[in-house]
């Protein structure tokens, strides 16, 4: 006779050490504040000192546990010296959450821009925010949970790598190679370092952010002619909440999830699905 399901313990974190690059933007705080609400200890990682304390300080105020976790995603040297710093305040990492990320304006084709005018810098940087960001952070700390032989890592992916969107042709092409680096990754770790360590990402729709705000919502609050194009393509007719990607970053983390390792989860209100008529 098995033991009976408790609910409770498949999706708990408790004694799990997180850590989430990108941890002081508005999706990796949401997710931060999920793990550890679901018990995770968790480290805020970034290069805004001042912002991941603040995060962190929000956590415990909430009654979890967290430390900022200051370095730079794209610095080699800077992450192993914040994993050398969270092993000797913690001792492990079992969870890597890489929401590092974003574009920039000039690695898009919109207006008088037109694909001949994009530079080979502008194209390096927004690989390099998005792509880079991700694998380096998963040298650094996915080392520890290969050692270990245990963790998860989530990478965060996109609407633009399944469905190229107009304008952002530089950070669609980073995040389409997230995918394929997610599973990729997942297989190598499985075959070499046990079924205990797994890879995969979440592919947020759109969530209003630091980023993107203006180009979705006017002044007014009322939706930008892109704004309102991505909601009338978007079978729920919103843009997403933050917090709406909680319980799928908590599952993927969990003992729930312990046979799954190299998907992509949409969280996008059907968007992915939809193609217009």
């Given at each position: 006779?098995?033991?009976?399901i408790?609910?409770?313990?498949?999706?708990?974190?408790a004694?799990?050490?997180?850590?989430?690059?990108?941890g002081t933007?508005?999706?990796?705080?949401a997710m931060?504040?999920?793990?550890?609400?679901a018990g995770?200890?968790?480290?805020?990682?970034g290069r805004r000192?001042?912002?991941?304390?603040?995060?962190?300080a929000?956590?415990?105020?909430?009654?979890?546990?967290?430390?900022?976790?200051?370095a730079?995603?794209?610095?080699?040297p800077?992450?192993?010296?914040?994993?050398?710093?969270l092993?000797?305040?913690?001792?492990?990492?079992d969870?890597?959450?890489?929401?590092?990320?974003?574009t920039?304006?000039?690695?898009?084709?919109?207006g008088?821009?037109t694909?001949?005018?994009?530079?080979?810098?502008?194209?390096?940087?927004v690989?390099?925010l998005?792509?880079?960001a991700?694998?380096?952070p998963?040298?650094v700390?996915?080392?520890?949970?290969?050692?270990?032989?245990?963790?998860?890592?989530?990478?965060i992916s996109?609407?633009?790598a399944?469905?190229?969107?107009?304008?952002?042709?530089?950070?669609?092409?980073a995040?389409?190679?997230?995918d394929?680096?997610?599973?990729?990754?997942?297989v190598e770790f499985?075959?070499?370092?046990?079924?205990?360590?797994?890879?995969n990402?979440?592919?947020?729709?759109?969530?209003?952010?630091?980023?993107?705000?203006?180009?979705l919502?006017?002044e007014?609050?009322?939706l930008?002619a892109?704004?309102?194009?991505?909601?009338?393509?978007t079978?729920?007719g919103?843009?997403?909440?933050?917090?709406?990607?909680i319980?799928?970053?908590?599952?993927?983390?969990?003992?729930?999830?312990?046979?799954?390792?190299?998907?992509?989860?949409?969280?996008?209100?059907?968007?992915?699905?939809?193609?217009?008529?």
């Amino acid at each position: 006779m098995t033991a009976p399901i408790n609910p409770n313990a498949l999706f708990s974190l408790a004694g799990r050490v997180a850590v989430v690059t990108g941890g002081t933007g508005v999706l990796g705080g949401a997710m931060a504040r999920g793990l550890a609400a679901a018990g995770a200890k968790v480290a805020i990682l970034g290069r805004r000192t001042e912002r991941a304390a603040e995060v962190a300080a929000s956590i415990e105020e909430a009654g979890g546990v967290a430390m900022p976790l200051p370095a730079d995603a794209l610095d080699k040297p800077s992450l192993e010296a914040a994993r050398t710093a969270l092993l000797a305040q913690w001792g492990t990492v079992d969870i890597l959450i890489n929401a590092a990320g974003g574009t920039v304006p000039e690695a898009t084709v919109v207006g008088e821009r037109t694909f001949f005018d994009l530079t080979q810098e502008a194209w390096d940087k927004v690989v390099a925010l998005n792509l880079t960001a991700t694998l380096l952070p998963s040298q650094v700390f996915g080392k520890v949970m290969a050692d270990n032989g245990f963790g998860s890592i989530i990478n965060i992916s996109s609407m633009s790598a399944q469905k190229p969107l107009t304008r952002v042709l530089g950070y669609g092409a980073a995040k389409a190679a997230i995918d394929n680096y997610t599973k990729w990754l997942a297989v190598e770790f499985a075959n070499k370092y046990g079924q205990g360590v797994r890879v995969n990402a979440i592919a947020p729709g759109f969530f209003l952010g630091e980023q993107n705000r203006a180009l979705l919502v006017n002044e007014d609050g009322s939706l930008t002619a892109r704004g309102k194009l991505i909601i009338d393509h978007t079978p729920m007719g919103r843009f997403g909440d933050p917090e709406e990607l909680i319980g799928t970053a908590i599952w993927l983390c969990s003992d729930a999830a312990r046979f799954v390792t190299g998907i992509v989860v949409p969280v996008d209100g059907g968007f992915m699905a939809f193609n217009g008529v």
